[in-house]
């Protein structure tokens, strides 16, 4: 029997109720039912810490307040969370748990008294590795649990399905879904902050579903009431679970790395052909054996066991912490980028470096905001507004990789065209690596019209790694505008003709 710890953790917010939110509440539940005493120091308050304090656990939003509280082990999320904590308390122990692969404030520190590494994913432990320095060896796989005294399992799903639960933590899927669900007759509901709509206690209601679209702890806990499930998000989409992808997507926590490509009408369609009420009660009733909130608690527990034993590096605190505060401070304003602005470029080195994932043919992809269109195609000369991709200028392109191809592409382009004047004119000439295919004229019309059109590309002029679509725009009619004409595009589906 472990002897009780008093752990601290921190966290950047408890004000929704997603993500390391709910991993923090459940996590700090469980240790507090397993005896430990637990107190969490959050930048920002809300409703979770309100249900937290409500259930004895202290959480606290200012450093000033843990002066003079002793602790054993500090569970640090969060780079902005985390560093005030480890500044304060030189001698305790940490570990720091990494949930997002991308985001500028789950950056892993290397700082002196973080003596283990952990992560929620594969994808995520690799950033831990690239952010520290340290190898795979030192960073643990801390897979996500599930309350399963909360979220029980409910009555066999109707066949075929009737009522949906999706989750909505982002907005690019929702229309999708919908009108997936309306083409077979299934009744929909969304949740989430994408929606504006939250549900204090999503147990509550799981298992009246027949059907719930859901990625990360949200999709665990739907398979926990015995649900079946698409895993899927704003982001793309993996699929419907059932034990061969369980297995594959577990390890990938059933977020951004299982999202093997773009949701479609068609792709989410074939999805909900695989329906199948018994194979998701055989992978519920595995989840509920094996990823237990208790099991998660003690893989936690021996975490903070791991830091503990460590060896916390005096010797070098001064030279990590100046590194720290160099790396993290602000400088002068002139020189200091803007949070949003370092996180895209942040993302776009990241997507550089990887290169583009070959094009998934047959699916409808959209270019919403969350940029999880950058995967697959390369925008020159575009910019990325409102769930579109928009340019004014002369020339701009699409790059993307096609693969070997055995017949021509045939691209289905929904787009809009503005024109700041009824006669004006706007040729516009598309080009596939150099090579004019196709040329036409917008004309007629004052303001934004919206087109779909459907581009042939030669099988001869697709290169398999890396093929560029190109588009030229020349006023060929009426008089110098007052306001550039501008081309944007939508929506692209690629498919072999």
């Keep these: 029997m472990t002897s009780s710890l008093r752990i601290l953790f921190t966290t950047l917010e408890l004000t929704t109720r997603r993500g390391v939110q709910n991993v923090t509440r459940d ?98 432990a690799q950033r831990v590795m690239t952010d520290t320095g340290v190898g795979r060896e030192s960073v643990s796989l801390l897979l996500n649990g599930v309350d399963t005294a909360r979220f029980q399992p409910g009555p066999p799903p109707n066949t075929p399905p009737r009522r949906a639960l999706a989750f909505a933590k982002n907005a690019e899927h929702v229309a999708l879904i919908r009108a997936v669900c309306a083409q077979r ?28 679209f859901a990625s990360a702890l949200s999709a665990i806990e739907a398979m926990a009431c015995l649900r079946p499930v698409v895993v ?24 951004l790395a299982a999202l093997d490509g773009p949701l479609s009408v068609e792709r989410l369609a074939a999805e909900l052909d695989r329906f199948d009420p018994a194979e998701a009660a055989r992978v519920g009733e595995r989840v509920r054996n094996e990823a237990t909130r208790e099991a998660w608690v003690d893989a936690c527990v021996a975490l903070y066991q791991r830091a503990i034993a460590g060896t916390i590096e005096t010797e070098a605190a ?40 070959l094009l998934p043919l047959n699916n409808r992809i959209t270019f919403g905001a969350d940029r999880a269109s950058a995967r697959f195609i390369d925008a020159v000369g575009f ?19 096609p693969g070997p191809l055995k017949r021509a592409i045939e691209i289905d382009l929904e787009a809009a065209i503005y024109a700041p004047a009824a006669d004006f004119g706007l040729e516009i000439s598309v080009l596939v690596n150099g ?63």
């Design 185 to 212: 007759r299934i009744a929909v509901d969304f949740i989430g902050a994408a929606v504006e709509t939250q549900v204090d206690d999503p147990a509550s209601v799981l298992p009246g579903y027949d059907l719930v």
């Design 318 to 357: 001064a030279q990590q912490w100046s590194r720290h505060l160099e790396a993290w401070t602000p400088r002068l304003a002139e020189h200091w980028a803007f949070v949003e602005e370092r996180q895209a470029l942040i993302n776009e080195v990241r997507r550089l470096r990887a290169g583009l994932d």
């Design 27 to 124: 996590l700090a539940l469980g240790l507090t039912k397993a005896g430990h005493h637990v107190t969490i120091f959050a930048r920002k308050g809300g409703p979770v810490a309100e249900d937290l304090r409500k259930c004895g656990i202290a959480v606290e939003h200012s450093v000033s307040a843990l002066t003079g509280c002793e602790f054993d082990v500090i569970h640090g999320h969060h780079l902005v969370a985390c560093s005030p904590v480890l500044a304060l308390f030189p001698a305790v122990p940490a570990v720091f748990v990494c949930h997002d692969d991308a985001s500028w404030f789950d950056t892993a520190p290397r700082l002196p008294t973080i003596t283990a590494y952990a992560a929620v994913s594969e994808s995520m």
């Design 435 to 497: 090579f004019e295919i196709e040329r036409w004229t917008e004309s007629g019309f004052a303001g934004w019209a919206e087109r779909r059109r459907t581009i042939r590309l030669p099988l001869e002029m697709c290169h398999p790694s890396s093929t560029w679509l190109a588009f030229q725009f020349a006023q060929v009619a009426g008089a110098a505008p007052t306001t550039a004409p501008a081309f944007c595009i939508r929506a692209t589906t690629f498919r072999e003709s």
């Design 383 to 401: 910019e990325r507004r409102d769930g579109s991709m928009w340019t004014s200028s002369a020339f701009a392109s699409l790059r993307f990789h």
């Design 232 to 255: 899927c998000d704003g982001r793309g989409m993996a699929g419907m679970v059932d034990m061969p992808r369980y297995e594959a997507w577990r390890p990938k926590n059933f977020g």
